[in-house]
């Protein structure tokens, strides 16, 4: 069956660092979703993509982040200069027309 | 403002024995309503969708059900497998596909 990859599964990185996370949504579909989850707290969008571009974005989602969908398969969540309220699970998500399907995440851990 | 509620926060259930879980959403036009299950440590999995009040969906133990202003999940002679946090989402147009969760419903089935 398939299915949304994410790597790395976890992240741990120093404050101030850069961190890409990664993902392969499934081949067939054409709408790409980021996705965070804070321990204990909600799933909360971040940005979607279309069409090689971005279609909306949250607040969240500010200038210390970007995305991109460097080549034909995969789709990439940049954060830069990483604080450590950024730790959280980071869920890449893929969709043909309305149901989302999330890949296992990446925890992101910031010290 | 649109908004998700779902209780009960935890639920502990005896294996057998039947309950509901309860999605509350305030949306201005609801163009999807979705049910995840989410294991600790994963990313959720897709259940249902549910487009319009009087829907119902079925999956083995699992039936989801839709109304104006509410949805309900329940869960007929549950197993220990069962157990997971049960994530209730919405999608209006306005907002495009992006999905506005819920905190969950954590459920726990004893043998």
């Known amino acids: 069956e398939p299915e949304v990859t994410q790597t790395p599964s976890h992240q741990v990185t120093q404050m101030g660092q850069e961190v890409i996370l990664r993902c392969v949504p499934i081949?067939?579909?054409?709408?790409f979703y980021w996705y965070r989850q804070i321990l204990g707290q909600k799933v909360e969008f971040l940005v979607s993509f279309y069409n090689n571009e971005i279609s909306e974005k949250s607040e969240i989602f500010d200038d210390q982040f970007s995305v991109e969908r460097p080549d034909g398969s995969n789709f990439t969540l940049k954060i830069r200069s990483t604080k450590l309220e950024d730790s959280a699970m980071y869920f890449c998500?893929?969709?043909?027309?309305?149901?989302?399907?999330f890949g296992q995440g990446t925890r992101l851990t910031v010290v | 403002e649109d908004q998700v509620t779902q209780s009960p926060e935890a639920l502990r259930l005896q294996e057998g024995e039947s309950s509901s879980l309860n999605c509350s959403y305030t949306?201005?036009?609801?163009?999807?309503l979705f049910w995840y299950r989410q294991d600790p440590g994963k990313g959720p999995e897709f259940l249902f969708t549910?487009?319009?009040a009087g829907e119902e969906k079925e999956k083995e133990r699992l039936k989801a059900t839709l109304t104006k202003k509410e949805s309900f999940l329940h869960i007929t002679a549950p197993k220990p497998e069962d157990s997971a946090t049960y994530l209730c989402a919405v999608q209006a147009p306005r907002n495009t596909d992006k999905l506005i969760f819920g905190t969950g419903t954590r459920l726990q089935v004893f043998p």
């Open positions: 998500a893929s969709s043909e027309n309305t149901e989302a399907f």
């Open positions: 081949s067939n579909h054409l709408y």
């Open positions: 949306v201005s036009g609801l163009r999807g």
């Open positions: 549910l487009y319009s």
